[in-house]
């Protein structure tokens, strides 16, 4: 839920219609839709493997593009600083 929120306040914020979105990705509104809902729910399913290994959701999908700069840990949980090359 929590990324397909920010895409369609993004695309409100933008004014550009999740129709628009599909045609320029390809994919008719109803799979967009879809792929959103199944996006949303898949990030939160990370979020909760990545918590109970103590370890963020980045950490989970990084690639070599990207380093750790720095972390710290707030009550809120663990945060990471991080620079892409």
Known sequence: MIMD???R???KKNKIAQKDLAERI???PAVLTKKLDKLSS???FLD???T???TSVLNLIED???KIVTSFSTDEGLF???KFS
């Open 26 to 28: 390809g994919v008719s």
């Open 80 to 82: 990471q600083i991080r």
């Open 5 to 7: 929120i920010k895409v």
């Open 42 to 44: 898949d990030i939160i």
């Open 64 to 66: 070599d593009k990207s």
């Open 48 to 50: 909760k493997i990545a």
């Open 52 to 54: 109970a290994l103590d």
């Open 9 to 11: 306040e993004y695309l």
